[in-house]
C-alpha cells in the first residue's frame, strides 16, 4: 500500500522565536515523526505550502485539491492547520476513490507536549482503514467535514 502525504503547514510546523508569539512555518516535521516512529511503509511526502491555515485562501485549497486529484495514490494523508483544516476536507470531498485524511496538531511538533505524534499516528492508521471520502482526525477520533467544529476552549475537535 502506497500512502502519499501532502504538507500544507499549520502549527504543526510551526517554530516559535519569543514570549510574544513570533513564529514562522518551518520546515515539515512529518518526516523526522515517520523516522522516529520507525514507520515502515511505502510513502513520500510532497510540500504543498507552508501556511497558518488561518491564511489559508479558496486559492489555496483549489491547490490542494489539484494536487489530490493528480496524486495517483489513493491513500492521501494531509498535514493542514486546525483552524481550516474541515474547509479544506470539505472542498476534498468532490474527489471520488480516494481516501483522503487531514491532520494537525494544537502545539507544534517540536514541543514535548505536543499532540502532533499521535495525531500522526493515528492519521496514517485511519488512511489505510477508511473507505474513500475526506475525513478529519484529531484526538483520536475521525471526523466527517459539515459535521465538526474546532472548540478553542477545550482544544479540541468535536462532533456537531
Known sequence: MTIKIFTTGGTIDKIYFDAKSTYQIGDPQITRLLAEARFTLDCSVTSLMRKDSLEMT????QIVVEAVRREPAK????????????LTAEALRQIPDKTMVLTGAMQPARFHSSDAIFNIGFALAAVQLLPPGAYVTMNGEVFEPGKARKNIDAGRFERL
Open 75 to 86: 491513500r492521501i494523508l494531509i498535514t493542514h492547520g486546525t483552524d481550516t483544516m474541515l
Open 58 to 61: 479558496d486559492a489555496d485549497r
